[in-house]
């Protein structure tokens, strides 16, 4: 019995690292008999046992638990879920203002999403170089709506190598999960963060403002010594997951602490008396958008997202 990390999933092959040997692996047919509701019951990041067959190719017996995930709903709807990453200290979302403009219910669900499985989560706001005038301004906001929620927020170009170190810096030590909208810049980062590596980039389209994807298949790759980032594939939507209606206010961490002193210990934050988040809203002291993503998940197509 072989133990190693999963490094790279592709359909039905998942590459796995063990130690400084790379093994290509199938998964044992009975994982898929268990009912599992994911679209990818291996995820990269998870610690896998294998056997090695005779002519070098490894099946996958056992996943080790996680010590955590990040998950959203599947775009394949003959399953339920897709695991993004498996034990990762921490999440990097990097988003755009515009060229494309990634919309701020997009961060909000990665953040909630990230929240709910203990994932600390960092923001990246790229392209500044492209900013100027109104944009300046609005990236000045949004620095102080998120920073008011409890994240660190970084601008970042990689044309102008802006804050990269301090980006390396707080990547360093750790296996950090880096997502984003398709065309925000992610592989154009990642190609500055490590040089060399040569991550295939592409521009946005013009006609609709959106990027085109350059990243096929999730996959884990080495910066520097212990250094780890889980590259994804562009997404374009963010479905909640496996979290009640009522939890929902727990994971907006500025709308949790602002909670604390509504009248009602149950509040849901959405027609009650001395609502603490209401009143906050009203005095410009929690963002309406933070707001407005808070209500259009907690009220969207009347679910609950228990997947259970």
Same mark, same amino acid.
């Given at each position: 019995?072989?133990?190693?990390?999963?490094?790279?999933?592709?359909?039905?092959?998942?590459?796995?690292?063990?130690?400084?040997?790379?093994?290509?692996?199938?998964?044992?047919?009975?994982?898929?008999?268990?009912?599992?509701?994911?679209?990818?019951?291996?995820?990269?990041?998870?610690?896998?046992?294998?056997?090695?067959?005779?002519?070098?190719?490894?099946?996958?017996?056992?996943?080790?638990?996680?010590?955590?995930?990040?998950?959203?709903?599947?775009?394949?709807?003959?399953?339920?879920?897709?695991?993004?990453?498996?034990?990762?200290?921490?999440?990097?979302? &990097?988003?755009?203002?515009?060229?494309? !403009?990634?919309? @701020?219910? /997009?961060? $909000?669900? =990665?953040? #909630? *999403?990230?929240?709910?499985?203990?994932?600390?989560?960092?923001?990246?706001?790229?392209?500044?170089?492209?900013?100027?005038?109104?944009?300046?301004?609005?990236?000045?906001?949004?620095?102080?709506?998120?920073?008011?929620?409890?994240?660190?927020?970084?601008?970042?170009?990689?044309?102008?190598?802006?804050?990269?170190?301090?980006?390396?810096?707080?990547?360093?030590?750790?296996?950090?999960?880096?997502?984003?909208?398709?065309?925000?810049?992610?592989?154009?980062?990642?190609?500055?963060?490590?040089?060399?590596?040569?991550?295939?980039?592409?521009?946005?389209?013009?006609?609709?403002?959106?990027?085109?994807?350059?990243?096929?298949?999730?996959?884990?790759?080495?910066?520097?010594?212990?250094?780890?980032?889980?590259?994804?594939?562009?997404?374009?939507?963010?479905? &909640?997951?496996?979290?009640?209606?009522? !939890?929902?206010? @727990?994971? /907006?961490? $500025?709308? =949790?602490? #602002? *909670?604390?002193?509504?009248?009602?210990?149950?509040?849901?934050?959405?027609?009650?008396?001395?609502?603490?988040?209401?009143?906050?809203?009203?005095?410009?002291?929690?963002?309406?958008?933070?707001?407005?993503?808070?209500?259009?998940?907690?009220?969207?197509?009347?679910?609950?997202?228990?997947?259970?």
């Amino acid at each position: 019995m072989k133990t190693g990390v999963v490094i790279k999933t592709t359909g039905s092959w998942h590459t796995v690292r063990d130690h400084h040997e790379i093994v290509l692996c199938r998964l044992k047919g009975s994982f898929r008999k268990q009912g599992i509701r994911n679209t990818n019951p291996v995820a990269v990041g998870d610690q896998v046992e294998y056997d090695l067959s005779p002519d070098g190719i490894g099946l996958i017996t056992r996943i080790a638990k996680r010590k955590n995930y990040i998950i959203r709903k599947a775009t394949n709807l003959s399953r339920e879920t897709q695991i993004m990453a498996a034990n990762v200290d921490q999440a990097v979302l &990097i988003f755009t203002l515009d060229f494309p !403009e990634t919309p @701020l219910e /997009f961060v $909000d669900r =990665f953040l #909630l *999403s990230a929240e709910a499985y203990h994932i600390p989560s960092l923001l990246l706001i790229n392209k500044t170089d492209l900013y100027s005038g109104e944009r300046l301004q609005r990236l000045k906001e949004i620095e102080k709506l998120y920073a008011y929620a409890g994240y660190t927020v970084i601008a970042t170009s990689v044309l102008n190598n802006q804050h990269i170190d301090q980006v390396k810096e707080l990547l360093t030590g750790k296996t950090s999960l880096v997502a984003g909208n398709s065309g925000v810049g992610k592989s154009s980062l990642i190609n500055r963060l490590r040089p060399g590596l040569n991550l295939k980039t592409a521009d946005i389209s013009w006609y609709h403002e959106s990027g085109r994807h350059t990243t096929t298949y999730p996959e884990m790759i080495e910066l520097w010594e212990n250094t780890y980032i889980i590259d994804s594939p562009g997404i374009r939507g963010f479905g &909640i997951t496996d979290m009640a209606r009522n !939890e929902i206010g @727990l994971y /907006f961490t $500025d709308i =949790f602490r #602002l *909670s604390k002193d509504c009248q009602f210990y149950n509040c849901t934050h959405t027609h009650e008396p001395n609502c603490a988040v209401i009143e906050a809203v009203k005095n410009g002291i929690l963002h309406e958008s933070r707001y407005r993503s808070y209500i259009n998940i907690f009220t969207e197509s009347g679910q609950k997202y228990r997947t259970s």
